[in-house]
Protein backbone atom coordinates (compact mmCIF):
# COMPACT_ATOMS: atom_id res chain seq x y z
CA UNK A 1 0.00 0.00 0.00
CA UNK A 2 0.84 3.50 -0.03
CA UNK A 3 0.96 5.68 3.33
CA UNK A 4 1.97 9.27 3.79
CA UNK A 5 1.68 10.59 7.26
CA UNK A 6 1.57 14.25 8.06
CA UNK A 7 0.79 16.63 11.13
CA UNK A 8 -2.56 17.59 11.20
CA UNK A 9 -2.21 21.08 11.98
CA UNK A 10 0.92 23.15 13.73
CA UNK A 11 1.20 26.73 14.76
CA UNK A 12 3.77 29.29 14.83
CA UNK A 13 4.81 32.82 15.27
CA UNK A 14 5.50 35.26 12.49
CA UNK A 15 9.54 35.47 12.26
CA UNK A 16 9.98 31.85 13.61
CA UNK A 17 11.37 28.81 11.61
CA UNK A 18 9.39 25.87 11.31
CA UNK A 19 9.50 22.43 10.18
CA UNK A 20 6.72 20.37 8.76
CA UNK A 21 7.82 16.86 9.00
CA UNK A 22 6.48 13.76 6.24
CA UNK A 23 7.00 10.32 6.59
CA UNK A 24 6.31 8.23 3.70
CA UNK A 25 5.87 4.64 2.59
CA UNK A 26 5.37 3.76 -0.98
CA UNK A 27 5.47 1.00 -3.42
CA UNK A 28 8.48 2.93 -4.81
CA UNK A 29 10.07 6.56 -5.24
CA UNK A 30 10.45 8.59 -7.89
CA UNK A 31 10.38 11.47 -6.08
CA UNK A 32 9.07 14.28 -3.43
CA UNK A 33 6.93 17.27 -3.66
CA UNK A 34 6.04 20.04 -1.05
CA UNK A 35 2.91 22.45 -2.32
CA UNK A 36 1.39 24.96 -0.90
CA UNK A 37 -2.60 25.44 -1.14
CA UNK A 38 -4.20 28.14 0.72
CA UNK A 39 -8.14 27.69 1.33
CA UNK A 40 -10.32 27.39 -1.69
CA UNK A 41 -7.55 27.80 -4.04
CA UNK A 42 -5.44 25.14 -5.84
CA UNK A 43 -1.74 23.70 -4.63
CA UNK A 44 1.26 25.63 -5.93
CA UNK A 45 4.59 24.15 -6.15
CA UNK A 46 6.68 24.57 -3.47
CA UNK A 47 9.91 21.67 -3.93
CA UNK A 48 11.26 18.85 -5.64
CA UNK A 49 13.63 16.51 -3.88
CA UNK A 50 14.82 12.77 -5.26
CA UNK A 51 17.78 12.74 -4.08
CA UNK A 52 18.80 13.10 -0.02
CA UNK A 53 19.93 16.47 0.92
CA UNK A 54 18.48 19.63 1.13
CA UNK A 55 17.37 21.91 -1.13
CA UNK A 56 17.19 25.55 -0.56
CA UNK A 57 14.95 27.77 -2.25
CA UNK A 58 14.37 31.42 -0.80
CA UNK A 59 12.72 31.46 2.77
CA UNK A 60 11.60 27.59 2.14
CA UNK A 61 14.04 24.35 2.58
CA UNK A 62 13.33 20.90 1.96
CA UNK A 63 14.97 17.76 3.35
CA UNK A 64 15.38 14.13 2.08
CA UNK A 65 16.43 11.03 3.61
CA UNK A 66 15.42 7.74 1.06
CA UNK A 67 16.45 5.43 3.49
CA UNK A 68 14.17 6.64 6.31
CA UNK A 69 11.53 7.53 3.95
CA UNK A 70 11.34 10.64 5.89
CA UNK A 71 11.25 14.28 4.59
CA UNK A 72 10.72 17.82 6.11
CA UNK A 73 10.13 21.08 4.94
CA UNK A 74 11.76 24.28 6.62
CA UNK A 75 10.04 27.39 6.36
CA UNK A 76 12.36 30.25 7.77
CA UNK A 77 11.22 33.67 8.53
CA UNK A 78 7.47 33.50 8.95
CA UNK A 79 4.76 35.77 7.77
CA UNK A 80 1.25 35.96 7.73
CA UNK A 81 0.55 35.23 4.51
CA UNK A 82 2.48 31.62 4.92
CA UNK A 83 -0.64 30.17 7.23
CA UNK A 84 -1.95 27.67 4.58
CA UNK A 85 -1.88 23.77 4.35
CA UNK A 86 1.90 22.46 3.49
CA UNK A 87 1.16 19.08 1.23
CA UNK A 88 3.48 16.31 1.04
CA UNK A 89 3.38 14.06 -1.85
CA UNK A 90 5.70 11.18 -3.63
CA UNK A 91 5.59 10.08 -6.93
CA UNK A 92 6.02 6.28 -6.20
CA UNK A 93 6.72 5.80 -10.11
CA UNK A 94 7.90 6.81 -13.40
CA UNK A 95 4.38 8.20 -14.12
CA UNK A 96 2.46 10.89 -12.57
CA UNK A 97 -0.11 9.17 -10.02
CA UNK A 98 1.30 11.24 -7.03
CA UNK A 99 0.08 9.76 -3.73
CA UNK A 100 -0.58 13.03 -1.65
CA UNK A 101 -0.30 13.32 2.22
CA UNK A 102 -3.05 14.71 4.25
CA UNK A 103 -1.52 17.95 4.45
CA UNK A 104 -0.53 20.24 7.50
CA UNK A 105 -2.61 23.18 8.46
CA UNK A 106 0.00 26.07 9.46
CA UNK A 107 -1.61 28.87 11.37
CA UNK A 108 1.13 31.82 11.63
CA UNK A 109 -0.03 34.12 14.64
CA UNK A 110 1.09 37.79 14.87
CA UNK B 1 0.14 32.63 -20.66
CA UNK B 2 -3.34 31.48 -18.79
CA UNK B 3 -2.52 28.74 -16.13
CA UNK B 4 -5.17 25.35 -16.19
CA UNK B 5 -8.39 26.84 -16.29
CA UNK B 6 -11.36 24.71 -15.48
CA UNK B 7 -15.11 24.97 -15.74
CA UNK B 8 -17.55 25.50 -14.21
CA UNK B 9 -15.82 26.54 -10.18
CA UNK B 10 -18.73 25.72 -8.40
CA UNK B 11 -21.70 23.11 -9.09
CA UNK B 12 -24.25 21.96 -7.08
CA UNK B 13 -26.17 17.81 -7.97
CA UNK B 14 -28.38 16.01 -6.98
CA UNK B 15 -27.96 12.26 -6.10
CA UNK B 16 -27.89 10.33 -9.06
CA UNK B 17 -27.41 12.79 -11.94
CA UNK B 18 -24.25 12.78 -14.20
CA UNK B 19 -21.65 15.91 -14.11
CA UNK B 20 -19.12 16.61 -16.70
CA UNK B 21 -16.18 18.46 -15.56
CA UNK B 22 -13.65 20.40 -18.07
CA UNK B 23 -10.03 21.31 -18.27
CA UNK B 24 -7.72 22.76 -20.50
CA UNK B 25 -4.03 22.79 -19.59
CA UNK B 26 -1.48 25.23 -20.01
CA UNK B 27 -0.23 25.52 -23.59
CA UNK B 28 1.51 23.09 -24.68
CA UNK B 29 1.09 20.44 -21.56
CA UNK B 30 0.04 17.13 -23.04
CA UNK B 31 -0.41 15.41 -19.78
CA UNK B 32 -3.68 16.11 -17.86
CA UNK B 33 -4.48 14.40 -14.63
CA UNK B 34 -7.73 14.59 -12.45
CA UNK B 35 -7.12 14.81 -8.36
CA UNK B 36 -10.24 14.71 -5.85
CA UNK B 37 -9.93 16.55 -2.66
CA UNK B 38 -12.52 16.06 -0.07
CA UNK B 39 -12.12 18.98 2.37
CA UNK B 40 -9.10 18.86 5.10
CA UNK B 41 -7.89 16.02 2.99
CA UNK B 42 -5.14 15.46 0.58
CA UNK B 43 -5.69 14.97 -2.92
CA UNK B 44 -6.52 11.83 -4.43
CA UNK B 45 -5.26 10.17 -7.72
CA UNK B 46 -8.51 9.39 -10.33
CA UNK B 47 -6.56 9.45 -13.76
CA UNK B 48 -3.86 10.47 -15.90
CA UNK B 49 -3.74 10.97 -20.05
CA UNK B 50 -1.34 11.83 -21.68
CA UNK B 51 -1.26 12.40 -26.09
CA UNK B 52 -4.75 11.36 -25.66
CA UNK B 53 -4.52 8.11 -23.98
CA UNK B 54 -5.16 6.49 -20.14
CA UNK B 55 -1.76 6.43 -18.81
CA UNK B 56 -2.82 5.53 -15.07
CA UNK B 57 -6.37 5.38 -13.22
CA UNK B 58 -6.73 5.03 -9.02
CA UNK B 59 -8.83 3.43 -7.18
CA UNK B 60 -12.30 4.67 -7.95
CA UNK B 61 -15.29 3.38 -8.97
CA UNK B 62 -16.28 3.09 -12.92
CA UNK B 63 -18.83 5.86 -12.36
CA UNK B 64 -15.77 8.17 -12.85
CA UNK B 65 -14.93 8.29 -16.07
CA UNK B 66 -12.50 10.49 -18.52
CA UNK B 67 -11.05 11.51 -21.67
CA UNK B 68 -8.86 13.53 -23.44
CA UNK B 69 -9.29 15.82 -26.41
CA UNK B 70 -7.05 16.32 -29.54
CA UNK B 71 -6.47 19.58 -28.34
CA UNK B 72 -5.04 18.14 -24.45
CA UNK B 73 -8.34 19.37 -23.22
CA UNK B 74 -10.03 16.81 -20.48
CA UNK B 75 -13.70 16.07 -19.24
CA UNK B 76 -13.95 14.20 -16.33
CA UNK B 77 -17.18 12.75 -16.14
CA UNK B 78 -19.13 11.09 -12.74
CA UNK B 79 -21.77 9.47 -13.35
CA UNK B 80 -24.55 8.21 -10.20
CA UNK B 81 -23.51 11.04 -8.03
CA UNK B 82 -23.67 10.15 -4.78
CA UNK B 83 -23.27 12.61 -1.46
CA UNK B 84 -19.61 11.40 -1.02
CA UNK B 85 -18.86 12.43 -4.21
CA UNK B 86 -18.49 16.34 -2.68
CA UNK B 87 -15.31 17.35 -3.32
CA UNK B 88 -13.11 19.71 -4.96
CA UNK B 89 -12.18 18.73 -8.35
CA UNK B 90 -8.45 19.28 -9.17
CA UNK B 91 -7.02 19.39 -12.96
CA UNK B 92 -3.03 19.45 -13.30
CA UNK B 93 -1.75 19.51 -16.30
CA UNK B 94 2.51 18.83 -17.47
CA UNK B 95 4.93 18.89 -19.73
CA UNK B 96 5.76 15.44 -19.75
CA UNK B 97 4.75 12.12 -18.02
CA UNK B 98 7.85 11.98 -15.68
CA UNK B 99 7.88 13.13 -12.07
CA UNK B 100 10.56 15.45 -12.53
CA UNK B 101 8.04 17.47 -14.57
CA UNK B 102 5.57 18.28 -11.94
CA UNK B 103 2.36 19.79 -11.65
CA UNK B 104 0.50 22.92 -12.47
CA UNK B 105 -2.95 22.44 -10.82
CA UNK B 106 -6.14 24.28 -11.84
CA UNK B 107 -8.38 26.11 -9.25
CA UNK B 108 -10.85 23.22 -9.41
CA UNK B 109 -14.30 22.60 -9.62
CA UNK B 110 -16.16 22.30 -5.98
CA UNK B 111 -19.02 19.86 -6.47
CA UNK B 112 -21.79 19.61 -4.15
CA UNK B 113 -24.13 16.63 -4.43
CA UNK B 114 -27.67 17.33 -2.20
Known amino acids: GQNIDQPTEMTATEGAIVQINCTYQTSGFNGLFWYQQHAGEAPTFLSY????GLEEKGRFSSFLSRSKGYSYLLLKELQMKDSASYLC???????????FGPGTRLSVLP | DAGVTQSPTHLIKTRGQHVTLRCSPISGHKSVSWYQQVLGQGPQFIFQ???????GRGNFPDRFSARQFPNYSSELNVNALLLGDSALYLC?????????????FGSGTRLTVV
Open chain 1, 89 to 99: AVSPNYGQNFV
Open chain 1, 49 to 52: NVLD
Open chain 2, 92 to 104: ASSGGTGATYGYT
Open chain 2, 49 to 55: YYEKEER
